[in-house]
C-alpha cells in the first residue's frame, strides 16, 4: 500500500501551491486541505459565515485564526486524515496557527515552494480559477472550450482576490505574517525549500524527491 504524508506546502500567493497539492494529494492518496478553498465554499453557499469569510478574502485580508484553527481542527480530526494525513495548503499562515498545529500533533515536513517576487505578481496576473472545483488555469493555459473547465465544467474565472490591490495586500502580510513561519520549523528540523520555477511536472517531481530524501534520513530502515 503506498504510505500516506502529512505534508505543510508554504509559498507566496502564486507559488503554484494549489496546483502541486493537488498532484500531492493523488501521489500520496491523501485529502488535499485547502483552507482558501474552503473558505471559498463558504463564501459561495451564502451563509452569514461564509458572507463575513467572503468580505475579509475580497480585502486580501487573513481570517482571524480562531475560526481558522476552529475549521482545520475539525477537518484533522476526521478519519481520512487520522488514517493517512494531509496535503495542507494555505494554513498555517502565521505562527500561532502553527503552535496549535503542532499541538494537533505529527507534522511529518514542510516545504517551502520557491519563486521570486517578480514571477508569482505575473503569474497571479494572469490566473484563472473554476468556480466550482478550484482548478486552476491560466491566460496562456486555458481549459480547451471557451473559459468552461476541463476537469467539472464549471465557469472559469479570475479571482475576487487576483486584482492588483489585493494581490499586493496579500504578499505584504505574507512577509509579516507567514515568512516568518519558514525560520521557526528551519529551526524545528521541519523544513526544507524546493525551487517552484519551471514546468509544473518538473516542480512535481522535486518535491516528491524532497520527501523522498528527507525520509531516507529520518526515518529508521
Ligand atoms: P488562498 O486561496 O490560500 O490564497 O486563501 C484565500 C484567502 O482565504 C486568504 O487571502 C485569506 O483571506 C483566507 N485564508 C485562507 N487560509 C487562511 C489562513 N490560514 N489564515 C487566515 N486566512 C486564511
Known sequence: MIPGVRLVILGKQGAGKGTQCVRLARHYVVPHISTGDMFRAAAKSGTPFGERARQFMEAG?????????????????QRDTRDRGYILDGFPRTVHQAEELDKFGGVELVIDLEVPTEVVLERLASRRVCVDCGT??????????????????????????????????RLDLYEEQ????????LQKGLLVTVDGLGHPDQVHARMIRAVDHWRARHQPQ
Not at 138 to 158: A, H, K, N
Not at 178 to 185: E, M
Open 178 to 185: 507567514t515568512a516568518p513561519l519558514i525560520s521557526w520549523y
Open 61 to 77: 485580508e487573513l481570517i482571524p485564526d480562531e475560526v481558522v484553527i476552529g475549521l482545520v481542527r475539525e477537518r484533522l480530526d
Open 136 to 169: 486552476n488555469y491560466s491566460l496562456s493555459g486555458p481549459p480547451r472550450v471557451d473559459w468552461i473547465c476541463d476537469v467539472c465544467g464549471g465557469e472559469v474565472i479570475q479571482r475576487k482576490d487576483d486584482t492588483e490591490d489585493a494581490i499586493l495586500r
